[in-house]
């Protein structure tokens, strides 16, 4: 289904600061790097190939950087460019690749909200995490965790449904 022109608009017109970024690129690398640029804004991460983009948001993005949709075929998705391209995106952007302390505390926020959610209740996030944060015993969980769980539970099951199978960015 093709995006209409108020999404394209939106979602992947680039900014005039986003347009300094991407002044100094030529061909494909201008036109993939405004393209992971707008994604990540869009969807938190970065796409992992061309696969993943729609076509309109291609060519509306191309037509911006001066470029043709098709020289997007020549963009390099993984190896040293692609991951200088995603840190100048995350710096620009005020992120930051997670360290071993955010990531600990992570695990802690979930943990809690776990702990918080009682025995009764399931879903899939929990599950998920319950692979890298060891379950509690239900000696450790209390009903009245309930009260304000739903928040940091929410919280949780964003970071990682926007973070499952990358790496975490805080």
């Keep these: ?10 979602h992947w017109t680039l900014l005039e600061d986003e347009r300094q970024l991407v002044a100094g690129k030529r061909g494909a690398t201008r036109l993939g790097f405004a393209l992971a640029l707008k994604f990540y804004a869009r969807a938190g991460r970065f796409p992992r190939g061309r696969a993943e983009l729609d076509d309109d948001a291609v060519a509306f993005v191309a037509r911006q950087v001066g470029v043709l949709a098709s020289d997007l075929g020549f963009y390099e998705w993984s190896g040293r460019t692609a991951e200088y391209h995603r840190a100048q995106v995350r710096r620009h952007l005020g992120f930051r690749e997670c360290s071993a302390e955010d990531a600990d505390a992570f695990r802690s926020r979930c943990r809690q909200a ?43 099951r964003l970071v990682y449904q926007r973070t499952a199978g990358q790496p975490l960015l805080l």
């Design 114 to 156: 776990m702990q918080a959610s009682g025995p009764g209740v399931d879903c899939p996030e929990k599950a998920s995490l319950a692979s890298i944060i060891p379950e509690p015993s239900s000696r450790s969980r209390s009903a009245g965790r309930l009260v304000g769980a739903t928040k940091v539970s929410t919280g949780c």
């Design 1 to 10: 289904m093709p995006m209409d022109l108020d999404e394209l608009v939106e």
